[in-house]
């Protein structure tokens, strides 16, 4: 029993992929197209990239409901972690901090660039906020970052600022049309705005994320 | 065959892998990674579906920008949950698991 | 068979590999190395399927932030074990 039943599940998902495969390669050619749609609208969207067209105007609502899932598992991971497991981080190697101190404010400038080219070209607020936790989990192996399992109110206030600035926008444009429809003048500018905010909170989650659930071993 | 179909093929392989070991394994952690592999699977095939007439679709594409950042979400969430179970129980398996797997020692 | 679709087909056989070893190779610390490695092919996978952004967010996020949260989590077990061993 204890080998058979391994053995059985392995099959079965074989058995799963090979059928996946040939449903895949049995499929009628696409009745809508997308690609067309998104090319039609991109001059009303207030951008020029149609990837951050489609994630902050066409389909805002993905990227509203993304954030608030990352909120809520950085509550979970909070929730989870004791707070006596808060200790000063240890410090590195001296090379190391000194990499890290030179890295970090190239990694925010770039963050920054990617955030700015989003508008026209492969970047945005996800890959900049990536960017920017990059930064503070390699701060954190340097040493020079603090676990961060009570978070100030400061850092409370970043947290949740994507959220809030895209709500707040989203709420403020309800008047115009309907929920997450920019009117196409000031799109530009508005994205951008929750961007920024976006780019900011993303940042300071995903490396929450790591610096809440890791701990300092001396 | 077109680029995308491709590499939707090779997401169901993806899935079918990731599949296998998130049953199959016992060890919390493998579960982790298994799960990740199969979102991985998953996301190809849904890029590769819809680019398998040849052109580029920004809508899948963003969907899936969207998916990787909830991925790393709930796999840090995980991480955190079986981490409290190592706490608790001093193993990182799931309590039906245990029985099956004594000798795995990983 | 063309170059493109010679790399294809290596970048795919190179994905299903490293994701099967990740999850059957013994050491566990290994297998999150193999992990991040499949991470990196994907940003590659990415790369063909014309797909600039995610590949940009695979490598940052499923590769390194990943990574680094699994590396973690490999070393606090095996911190957690070694007084026993």
């Not at chain 1, 993905?62 to 991971?77: K, N, R, W």
């Not at chain 2, 979102?39 to 679709?57: N, Y």
């Not at chain 3, 590999?17 to 050491?27: C, H």
Request: net charge neutral; charged share 10%; hydrophobic share 65%.
């Amino acid at each position: 029993m204890r080998r058979v039943l391994p053995v059985a599940i392995v099959a079965l998902a074989a058995l799963f992929g090979v059928a996946l495969a040939a449903a895949m390669l049995e499929l009628p050619p696409h009745a809508v197209r997308l690609p067309d749609d998104v090319a039609a609208n991109i001059a009303a969207s207030g951008v020029a990239h149609p990837i951050t067209a489609v994630l902050l105007n066409f389909r805002g609502y993905d990227t509203l409901l993304e954030i608030a899932v990352l909120l809520l598992a950085l509550f979970g991971v909070l929730a989870l972690v004791k707070p006596h497991a808060a200790r000063a981080a240890h410090p590195a190697h001296p090379l190391l901090q000194t990499l890290a101190r030179l890295l970090a404010p190239l990694m925010v400038l770039v963050a920054g660039y990617l955030l700015w080219v989003g508008a026209i070209a492969p970047g945005g607020a996800f890959q900049a906020g990536a960017v920017l936790a990059a930064a503070g989990v390699l701060l954190r192996l340097a040493g020079l970052l603090p676990a961060w399992v009570a978070p100030t109110l400061l850092l409370r206030v970043g947290l949740a600022l994507g959220l809030l600035v895209f709500v707040a926008v989203a709420a403020a444009v309800l008047g115009h049309a309907t929920l997450l429809t920019y009117p196409p003048a000031l799109a530009g500018g508005l994205i951008l705005m929750v961007e920024a905010a976006l780019t900011l909170s993303i940042g300071l989650t995903l490396a929450a994320l790591y610096l809440a659930s890791t701990e300092v071993r001396p | 065959m077109s680029v995308g179909l491709l590499y939707a093929l090779a997401g169901a392989a993806l899935f079918a892998i990731g599949l296998a070991g998130l049953l199959a394994l016992p060890h919390l952690l493998r579960k982790i990674l298994a799960f990740n592999i199969l979102g991985s699977g998953a996301f190809l095939i849904l890029v590769g579906l819809g680019q398998r007439d040849g052109s580029v679709d920004p809508v899948p594409q963003a969907m899936v920008l969207t998916g990787i950042v909830v991925a790393i979400a709930a796999t840090a969430l995980a991480l955190a949950l079986a981490r409290q179970l190592l706490e608790r129980t001093g193993r990182m398996q799931l309590p039906e698991d245990r029985a099956d797997a004594e000798t795995d020692d990983a | 068979m063309s170059a493109a679709l010679a790399f294809d087909l290596l970048i795919i056989a190179a994905l299903v590999w490293s994701a099967a070893r990740a999850l059957t190779v013994a050491d566990l610390f290994r297998g999150v190395v193999l992990f991040i490695v499949f991470g990196l092919l994907m940003a590659l996978a990415w790369a063909r399927l014309g797909a600039p952004d995610i590949a940009l967010a695979e490598a940052a996020i499923g590769a390194g932030l990943t990574g680094a949260l699994l590396l973690d989590a490999v070393g606090h077990l095996r911190a957690k074990r070694e007084p026993e061993a």
